[in-house]
């Protein structure tokens, strides 16, 4: 299973970007997925998440601004940033639990990170 996200870019402040990532491979279904982001010099922290069933959490930093949502037929997670702020710089990290055939039990496999930067 891979997950291959994309999207990642130069924006000005006040812009938008879409992040993209998707699930590849011997998948039978996915439950939770999430995106996460690290910025330079500090712990990688959870932005947003969205369960199987579209039941979507996000981090108070970006509450508003962000929005997660997949499309469960592509095995697709996306991450619609608007309002952008010099602070949302970070790598951003797509997170998926995965059921392949042959194991009833999830295992969580990470994307390779997109880099979004905000000028000021």
């Known amino acids: 299973v891979q997950l291959q996200a994309s999207g990642g870019g130069l924006v000005q402040a006040g812009g938008s970007l879409r992040l993209s990532c998707a699930a590849s491979g011997n998948i039978v279904d996915i439950g939770d997925m999430d995106w996460y982001r690290q910025a330079p010099g500090k712990q990688r922290e959870l932005a947003a998440t969205i369960s199987s069933f579209g039941r979507t959490n996000y981090a108070d930093s970006v509450k508003g601004r962000f929005t997660i949502s997949r499309e469960n037929a592509k095995n697709t997670v996306y991450l619609q940033m608007t309002s952008l702020k010099p602070e949302d710089t970070a790598v951003y990290y797509c997170?998926?639990?995965?059921?392949?055939?042959?194991?009833?039990?999830?295992?969580?496999?990470w994307g390779q990170g997109t880099l979004v930067t905000v000028s000021s």
């Open positions: 997170r998926a639990d995965v059921y392949v055939f042959g194991r009833t039990t999830s295992r969580e496999y």
